[in-house]
């Protein structure tokens, strides 16, 4: 798939090199494309803000994503179950790999508007970034709302961050990634990290990021995959009674100097673009290493589709190629 570099401007005015994609899209995209709202109708069929049925929807998203973890397990079936009192998920490691190899790892950060999925629902990504990547990937299964608001998830990820680090793995041979509020996850344990003085991954990988719970306002409500009644009932489980301008809640509002180079990936139809755009301006403006990729049409968290979506694979392969400069210590452009 070709890829061109442009300058573009953010909505502050800050100029941000982006890579950007053909306009031409596959039958596969388009069909999820079109099937996707009738989906999302199903959980939030009204402009007003309901109750969701959180067990449901847990259910639900679990039953979408069998045809990926079936395709991931035909293909790719070395995953393999972890848990302890530190870290509790599921371990994709790339043929040929023993089972113990750690030599660098993917800590994944799996979206779903903090109250659902799971590793499992997201194994058709992991699968894909493991074999990719050639690399371990370690898919945390952390908190979800409402049982556990904030910030209980961000407190599970920094635990298995520092997990992975006492197996004598380097924070250099680290890279943290994640989608939608997975990504905006990942970003916040830089944030937290950072602000502690505690080593730093190699880099990180935000696909989609779902980042900032103050401009849910803009969003619409016939985006592909995220709407403006989803996002307000999920913000108002996650965080309960704390302020949305929290940082550590909505990372892209914090301080965001000091933090190793970020990929961020995002499509021009989803409701999360110009949020992405803005993320990476302000981590550019704030000195950091950005690649900032926009592609074409393609719905929310496209990656998930990897297995059926030649976009979501070539996306994929666009962020591995940059995880793997991370761990090289590459310069990026």
């Given at each position: ?313 070539a996306a994929l392969g666009e962020a591995s190629r940059f995880i793997c400069r991370c761990w090289a210590g590459a310069t990026l452009r």
């Amino acid at each position: 798939m070709n890829v061109q570099q442009s300058q573009t401007t953010s909505t502050d005015g800050v100029p941000l090199d982006t890579l950007t994609r053909p306009r031409a899209e596959s039958w596969q995209a388009a069909w999820v494309r079109r099937a996707i709202p009738l989906v999302m109708a199903l959980h939030f069929s009204s402009s007003r803000r309901p109750a969701p049925d959180v067990q449901a929807l847990r259910l639900r998203a679990h039953r979408y994503t069998l045809p990926g973890r079936l395709a991931a397990a035909c293909l790719y079936p070395r995953v393999r179950r972890h848990a302890d009192a530190e870290l509790k998920g599921e371990w994709i490691r790339p043929p040929g790999a023993s089972q113990e190899s750690e030599e660098t790892v993917v800590l994944y950060l799996h979206g779903g508007a903090y109250y659902f999925g799971s590793p499992a629902t997201h194994r058709a990504l992991t699968v894909e970034l493991a074999h990719s990547t050639q690399s371990a990937v370690f898919a945390l299964d952390y908190s979800l709302a409402p049982e556990h608001p904030f910030p209980a998830a961000l407190e599970d990820t920094l635990r298995a961050y520092r997990a992975l680090l006492a197996r004598r793995i380097a924070s250099s041979s680290i890279v943290f990634a994640g989608d939608s509020a997975g990504a905006g996850l990942a970003l916040a344990a830089l944030v937290a990290l950072r602000d502690a003085g505690e080593p730093l991954p190699a880099g990180a990988v935000l696909f989609s990021p779902w980042a900032d719970l103050t401009t849910i306002w803009r969003a619409s409500h016939n985006a592909l995959s995220m709407n403006r009644t989803a996002m307000e009932a999920a913000a108002d489980m996650y965080l309960r009674n704390v302020r949305r301008f929290e940082p550590l809640a909505s990372p892209a509002r914090a301080k965001l100097h000091g933090l190793p180079p970020i990929h961020v990936q995002t499509s021009d139809a989803e409701a999360l673009s110009t949020d992405a755009r803005e993320l990476a301006a302000r981590l550019q403006r704030a000195g950091n290493a950005v690649e900032f990729a926009q592609w074409h049409a393609m719905p929310h968290a496209w990656q998930c589709f990897a297995p059926f979506v030649p976009e979501a694979r070539a996306a994929l392969g666009e962020a591995s190629r940059f995880i793997c400069r991370c761990w090289a210590g590459a310069t990026l452009r």
